[in-house]
């Protein structure tokens, strides 16, 4: 207790006392002692009772003004209360500025907020809310969000947890036109943050690039085959003192439309919907035939074939044939003739996988993890100088994304390289399981 608080106090009790010692006198003087006790008490109570009232109707409000109480421990009290009463509302208006902030805020965001209890009911949504996903205040506040986005494919993405980890693009509930990028991230106490952006803009600039990038290497592609034809007829007929100049242009229109090929699948591969085609892909057939083709190839090395599973994939025939063709033909462009390259299709723990392990130059650590960017090369003169164009593992890249697969590198400089197209089980399948393989 604080001192003053202290001094208060005794000074009340002393008031307290002086007044019943005063009944008392009064009452000796009367000749009732008690009677004279009593009424002091009374009186004392009569005063608590006024100010207890008066206090009360000032704490619930029905007074305005502060009271004005006898007494100095009353005083001081409705002086605390008053004092706390005014940091209370300070705070409240502060908080309340906070939470105005917030709403102007997360209303002005064009992505759709919507915040999800744990069992997927809507606690709360903002006004992009309401125009990409059609929500409406209040009806729609604690009702689960799949009763009101019916979609099969957005239903089974918010249900099952191994899913919802990578973002769901979707047609819009509103406008089929317009894509929606659906994102959850996870908050305290099991609740969830739904985030959806309205993508339709940023699709058509991307597709915008992708239809320029393709139609240039279209319209490209026949002036370079008539060029490439040309210089093969010369090649048997070459002017006098041109050889090397014709054997130049010939290497030059070769990389060229080696480019515009490579282009040309990116653009395809990007405008592909993933896991649209799943036809059955007999990989052990496929590997046996690319290992033939390797040694066929006539670059010297030696070409190892190790097929130890049964197993086939669910995917596009062509497609994975380009990715593990870009693998082989790295291999024999940089590994020295004369090593050995082995080509391996076999199981690990559920997963399958294809592997071209060459006794290469290798590739130093530090360019592991950007080996699958567009025109990334280790070194870009060698690469070149081989008729490589930058764009083969990140197509490789691209096809196994599609098939739900993933590429993975092992290298050690002076040592080699091993190239793996990973595959999860669910893409894996028996022949006698299999659909027609397409050619
Ligand atoms: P490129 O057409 O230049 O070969 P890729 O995308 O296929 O393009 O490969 C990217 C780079 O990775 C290559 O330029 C090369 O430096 C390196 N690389 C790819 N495969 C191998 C390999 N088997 N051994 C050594 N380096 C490789």
């Known amino acids: 207790m604080s001192r003053s608080r202290t001094t208060r106090w005794r000074r009340t009790l002393a008031l307290w006392t002086l007044a019943i010692g005063a009944g008392a006198l009064a009452g000796l003087l009367l000749g009732n002692i008690g009677w004279g006790v009593a009424t002091a008490l009374f009186a004392v109570l009569v005063h608590l009772a006024l100010n207890l009232y008066q206090l009360d109707r000032w704490i619930t409000g029905s007074g305005d003004d502060q009271p004005n109480l006898s007494g100095s421990v009353w005083q001081e009290i409705v002086m605390r209360v008053g004092k706390r009463s005014r940091k209370h509302r300070k705070r409240r208006r502060a908080l309340n500025r906070v939470i105005r902030e917030f709403h102007?805020?997360?209303?002005?965001?064009?992505?759709?907020?919507?915040?999800?209890?744990?069992?997927?009911?809507?606690?709360?949504?903002?006004?992009?809310?309401?125009?990409?996903?059609?929500?409406?205040?209040?009806?729609?506040?604690?009702?689960?969000?799949?009763?009101?986005?019916?979609?099969p494919a957005f239903q089974r993405w918010l249900t099952r947890e191994h899913k919802r980890k990578e973002p769901l693009r979707l047609a819009s509930p509103l406008e089929s036109e317009r894509t929606l990028v659906f994102r959850l991230v996870t908050l305290d106490h099991g609740?969830?943050?739904?985030?959806?952006?309205?993508?339709?803009?940023?699709?058509?600039?991307?597709?915008m690039r992708r239809d320029f990038v393709a139609n240039v290497s279209h319209e490209l592609r026949t002036p370079l085959t008539v060029i490439a034809g040309y210089l093969e007829t010369m090649d048997s007929d070459r002017p006098a003192g041109w050889e090397g100049a014709v054997e130049q242009m010939a290497s030059q229109a070769r990389r060229m439309t080696d480019l515009v090929e490579d282009l040309l699948t990116m653009a395809r591969l990007e405008g592909a919907e993933p896991g649209r085609e799943a036809d059955h892909v007999d990989v052990p057939s496929l590997v046996a035939g690319l290992c033939e083709e390797a040694r066929a190839h006539g670059s010297g090395h030696q070409v190892v074939c190790e097929v130890d599973s049964g197993y086939g994939i669910l995917g596009t025939y062509k497609d994975v044939r380009i990715a593990f063709g870009n693998l082989i033909v790295n291999a024999l462009r940089y590994a020295t003739p004369g090593s050995t390259i082995t080509l391996r299709w076999h199981e690990n723990d559920d997963e399958c996988r294809f592997e071209v392990q060459d006794e290469g130059p290798g590739i130093p650590a530090s360019h592991l993890p950007r080996l699958t960017e567009r025109f990334y090369r280790v070194d870009a003169d060698r690469s070149r100088a081989r008729g490589g164009t930058g764009l083969g593992l990140a197509i490789v890249k691209h096809i196994l994304t599609q098939h739900g697969g993933r590429l993975e590198v092992e290298s050690e400089v002076g040592v080699g390289s091993c190239f793996a197209c990973v595959f999860p089980a669910d893409r894996l399948a028996y022949p006698e399981s299999q659909e027609q393989r397409s050619a």
Not at 192 to 197: G, I, N
């Open 191 to 207: 609740q969830h943050m739904l985030v959806v952006r309205d993508v339709t803009e940023a699709q058509r600039l991307d597709q």
């Open 104 to 151: 102007d805020a997360s209303n002005a965001i064009p992505d759709a907020l919507v915040t999800l209890d744990k069992s997927l009911q809507i606690l709360w949504f903002n006004d992009a809310g309401c125009k990409l996903l059609g929500l409406t205040r209040p009806n729609d506040y604690y009702q689960p969000i799949t009763n009101l986005l019916r979609n």
